[in-house]
């Protein structure tokens, strides 16, 4: 992994201090003021949360996050007993498609609260924490549109992105390549350092499924001594 | 929200013990409590001499347990669990685990393992049940209740026995039977059973010769008939019956008889033909009718494997076939060059002498000649009955001996002083090269002829072996030059399923270490003895091995055997020769966990019979 100089250092710290400052008062603001860890925290130290969510489609501007599981980690230990896990009412129909595919029943996300009565608890879980995701951009802009919309403030976090960690850790420089570039589908990566196949889009499964990929990530490629700021985003 | 953490919920649920507590509600609180480690292959998971507080459950990968000598003692793959013998010891390891793949483990708080261990029988009973005893509940499991095995011949009597004294004629005895349509009679006096009479009896001894009907029924009954304990296995009875060829035992409670079992019975019960082979093979009067029925006897070897016979059962029969099958041959040879001109014996080594043959075998014989034998006067009588005998076994599927040990090789056929000087010579200068070539010689059974020949090689035998240290010393130390192959299960671990077709020998890295451990300590005991678990009976009796080592052996030869016999049965059906070969990949994962545990057996068997006669 590409070490970054001073300079590039993304700190996190200072951005979360800003935001305190500027977020309207709420749920958010209270999310900023908890902080997150210093950019010069090893990783082995950084509390870590895997998180993993269901929507009704791919396109964040006008798909809806009907369930989001999170389960603590740190770079050797998942612990099964801080794992949450919520459904949320879309505010639109939902088509069947998507309901298939979630295996979430119509009437189960009917009689779930919407959202919006539940981001407070998910904030509340989330602070301190580095995220954990395979494929930062959904998740990432998921919340983001959905905090917008709720509290008219942007909802930002650190995220450790295990699909771009396999992407580092499998690439070759064109004139090694060799045959169709490694798949870094979850579930293919997953199978690269001989983990177990889940049922996938379960919320809660697929964060524990992306937890236990870090940690092989981090068993192989990453260093637990380094600091933090070598990895998040 | 309840959060239910399926994935690892239903992965504990498709293993013991957790299978078996699936109901209990404890086990969803438990799994929120787990927590997961993902470990790179070649690390510790409980180091050497480190407190140990976690249930360890492998959800993918594998581990090796290491003794304090960090020798190897065993590999676990998924669906296992570790960890819980130092808990049970309030945390001190005697063993440590290492991955040897790259492994994802479910950690389960100790305080959880004491808990449902304390509160949920199926759970503790999972972890009180040693190796040997997990083998033994599993062989148990394996046999069904109604078959041959399990059931005492007193379920099989259809109703009390009938009987006549013994001053009766035989008119009034055939009318007795034919008004009961009863084929055999039993004979007292003064209540009390002296013998039987069966139809056959009537027939031959009776009108055959022309007796008066007035002639008393003792006069053609069978005296002091064999009789058998109500209690007794009803597979006792098909031994009985067909090494002794007859076809009705009295059954007797309290010295009294209760009932008469038949052939038909027990023909009804499991419908095995291997009581009529035998008669059959008695009734062919030429090469081509035994040939007949040798191609008949695959199928009766997958009807007893189907039938839940065990190993012993099947050993048995096969054995009385084939020893029926000389038998007749050499009253054929008999009848061909005339009688023997001096007594001798026909004897069979190896399995067959144990009754433990199974379907595929070469003859292994010899022949014990009469002191009185003289090689100029009749050299070449019995040169000529033994090459006809061994070359007609040939044709009733019984190869020719690869290794030469023949009665039609004249090394092979020797007067008794001559045997008994061999046998001197083999124990009192024993060569460990030599007697490995000769380990079948010391289960050694006389099958045709003056039997008393074979009885007295094996009296000198037994004499000789007990007073000869070195000897056992050395057949001891040979019996460890075929390993069972526990390395094989660790490749199996390491290389995972469906990429290999290797397998292994049964026979030669299993059966035929057990038979080896338990002739030595045999011939140490004295015991007179063929068959390995009657020589096992023998062995405990004499306090040879530690307590429940004994037993130990007979299940792993038991768990051994049975996995052989069942899949020769699958070879015959699939059109294949049986061999004593098994592709891993056919094995279910009952047979996978037990057979490990019977090689480990054998492996821990053959360490401690080195140090029992160094």
Not at chain 2, 10 to 21: D, K, S, V
Not at chain 2, 269 to 283: N, T, W
Not at chain 2, 309 to 317: D, K, L, P, S, V
Request: with cysteine; proline share 5%; net charge negative.
């Amino acid at each position: 992994m590409s070490h970054q100089t001073k300079d590039d250092i993304q700190d996190w710290q200072i951005m979360f201090a800003e935001w305190a400052e500027e977020a309207p008062e709420g749920p958010l603001k209270r999310y900023y003021q908890a902080g997150i860890v210093a950019p010069n925290t090893a990783l082995k130290d950084t509390p870590l949360l895997a998180l993993d969510l269901e929507t009704t489609g791919l396109d964040p501007s006008k798909d809806e996050i009907i369930s989001l599981g999170l389960i603590p980690l740190n770079h050797k230990t998942i612990r099964c007993q801080g794992a949450k896990y919520w459904m949320a009412k879309p505010e639109r129909a939902l088509n069947s498609e998507s309901v298939t595919i979630h295996e979430i029943t119509h009437t189960e996300l009917a009689e779930a609260p919407t959202l919006e009565a539940i981001l407070d608890d998910i904030l509340l879980a989330m602070a301190k924490q580095v995220v954990v995701v395979h494929c930062v951009a959904i998740e990432r802009q998921f919340l983001l549109n959905a905090a917008m919309e709720i509290y008219g403030y942007p909802f930002y976090f650190p995220v450790l992105d295990t699909m771009d960690i396999e992407r580092q850790a499998t690439f070759k420089p064109w004139w090694k390549r060799f045959g169709r570039a490694p798949s870094l589908r979850l579930d293919a990566c997953r199978q690269r350092y001989h983990l177990p196949r889940y049922k996938a889009h379960h919320a809660l499964t697929d964060a524990l499924s992306s937890a236990e990929l870090l940690q092989a990530q981090i068993a192989y490629h990453l260093d637990p001594n380094a600091d933090i700021s070598n990895y998040w985003l | 929200m309840d959060v239910e953490l399926t994935e690892i919920l239903e992965a504990l649920c498709q293993h013991a013990p957790f299978n078996e507590i699936a109901e209990d509600p404890q086990l969803n609180d438990m799994s929120k409590e787990i927590e997961v480690q993902y470990v790179r292959a070649g690390e510790w998971v409980i180091a050497p001499s480190t407190l140990n507080n976690t249930l360890y459950f492998i959800r993918s990968g594998a581990i090796e347990v290491l003794n304090k000598e960090e020798k190897l003692i065993r590999r676990m793959n998924e669906g296992e669990l570790f960890g819980y013998a130092s808990l049970l010891r309030g945390g001190n390891s005697s063993q440590s685990m290492r991955t040897i793949e790259d492994s994802l483990l479910y950690c389960i708080p100790a305080r959880w393992f004491r808990k449902l261990y304390e509160e949920n029988d199926n759970f503790s009973d999972f972890f009180e049940l040693t190796r040997e005893a997990r083998l033994r509940t599993a062989m148990v499991s394996q046999s069904s209740d109604v078959s041959l095995m399990t059931c005492p011949v007193v379920s099989l009597l259809r109703r009390p026995p009938i009987s006549t004294p013994m001053d009766s004629n035989i008119r009034l005895a055939a009318q007795i039977m034919s008004e009961n349509r009863i084929s055999s009679l039993l004979i007292t006096d003064k209540n009390e059973l002296i013998g039987i009479v069966t139809d056959q009896d009537l027939r031959t001894r009776a009108v055959a010769n022309g007796l008066a009907y007035d002639t008393p029924v003792a006069d053609i009954m069978t005296r002091d008939p064999i009789v058998m304990d109500s209690l007794d296995f009803a597979s006792e009875a098909v031994l009985k019956m067909m090494s002794r060829n007859i076809h009705h035992i009295p059954i007797m409670k309290a010295g009294r008889p209760i009932g008469v079992i038949n052939l038909g019975d027990i023909v009804q019960k499991e419908s095995h033909g291997s009581v009529y082979l035998i008669s059959d093979i008695l009734k062919q009067n030429d090469i081509q009718g035994l040939q007949a029925i040798s191609h008949k006897m695959t199928h009766t070897f997958n009807q007893l494997v189907v039938a839940d016979a065990n190993t012993q059962m099947i050993g048995n029969a096969m054995s009385h076939i084939g020893i029926t099958f000389v038998k007749r041959l050499l009253q054929l040879a008999e009848e061909k060059f005339g009688p023997a001109p001096v007594p001798y014996c026909f004897i069979t080594l190896g399995s067959q002498a144990r009754e433990e043959q199974t379907i595929k075998t070469d003859q292994d014989n010899a022949m014990i000649l009469s002191d009185e034998y003289d090689e100029q006067q009749h050299g070449e009588y019995f040169n000529k009955l033994s090459d006809w005998v061994c070359h007609n076994l040939d044709l009733c599927g019984y190869a020719l001996c690869t290794g030469d040990i023949m009665a039609s090789n004249p090394r092979w056929r020797q007067p008794l002083k001559v045997w008994k000087e061999n046998f001197s010579d083999w124990i009192k200068k024993p060569k460990a090269e030599t007697l490995l070539h000769l380990s079948i010689f010391f289960d050694l059974r006389g099958i045709y002829g003056d039997n008393a020949l074979a009885k007295q090689l094996n009296q000198h035998i037994r004499q000789e072996a007990k007073q000869h240290p070195r000897f056992l010393s050395h057949m001891a130390r040979n019996t460890s030059q075929r390993k069972p192959p526990l390395g094989f299960f660790r490749q199996f671990v390491l290389d995972g399923e469906g990429k290999q077709s290797r397998t292994f020998n049964l026979k030669e890295r299993g059966i035929s270490p057990i038979i080896d451990i338990v002739r030595v300590h045999a011939l140490a005991c004295g015991s007179d003895r063929l068959n390995t678990l009657e020589r096992l009976k023998d062995i405990e009796a004499a306090g040879l091995l530690p307590a429940g080592r004994a037993k130990d052996l007979a299940l792993a030869l038991e768990m051994i055997g049975l996995v052989r016999i069942r899949s020769q049965k699958d070879q015959i059906e699939a059109g294949e020769e049986p061999t004593n070969h098994v592709n891993p990949e056919n094995l279910s994962s009952f047979e996978k966990r037990h057979l490990r545990d019977a090689f480990q057996i054998v492996a821990r068997q053959q360490e401690f019979i080195k140090f029992r006669y160094a």
